[in-house]
């Protein structure tokens, strides 16, 4: 089970202590939003891109998008999402419930500079039923090969 892979590798890093199991559904930065009491931009959503056939997470802030070319500029390739159908196998986690944490072993993760907004930040824990309390230096300390990024663009806030 997904949330046991992403428990594990949190114990092994310090931060078991730090995951939470909201009553309501976590599945989207809306739900998760709602479930932990936080805004929106404070959920870590991870992303999950294929380059050629290797699996890419990026960690970005809850109301950011994808910037085509910031992304295509960076890893030189244009940004594809992994297919649903896929996500599971290629990364170790379902939809709604991808994290860093217990992923395949060749999996690529990247953390996007739109997540320093924040001093605290809500990533999943496996399920579209969890999340793990962190500040942005536990972050980098739980994703200790995670390489700072900047593919993202925050909503107009007009």
């Not at 092994?12 to 599945?27: K, L, Y």
């Not at 870590?44 to 891109?49: D, Y």
């Not at 986690?93 to 060749?106: I, K, L, T, Y």
Request: include cysteine; aromatic fraction near 6%; charged fraction near 25%.
């Amino acid at each position: 089970m997904s949330i046991e892979k992403a428990r594990e590798y949190l114990e092994n890093r310090g931060f078991a202590d730090r995951i939470i199991i909201p009553d309501h559904s976590s599945a989207t930065v809306e739900l998760a939003a709602r479930a932990l009491g936080c805004e929106p931009g404070m959920i870590a959503k991870t992303l999950s891109f294929l380059q050629g056939e290797k699996a890419v997470l990026i960690l970005a802030e809850g109301t950011a998008r994808i910037d085509n070319a910031k992304y295509k500029a960076r890893f030189g390739c244009k940004a594809r999402m992994i297919p649903a159908e896929r996500v599971e196998e290629l990364v170790g986690h379902s939809v709604g419930g991808v994290c860093p944490f217990g992923v395949n072993a060749e999996v690529a993760v990247y953390l996007d500079v739109s997540l320093k907004l924040h001093e605290t930040v809500y990533p999943a824990a496996g399920t579209d039923h969890s999340a793990v309390r962190l500040g942005i230096d536990e972050l980098e300390l739980a994703c200790p090969t995670a390489e700072w990024v900047d593919v993202c663009r925050l909503p107009d806030p007009s």
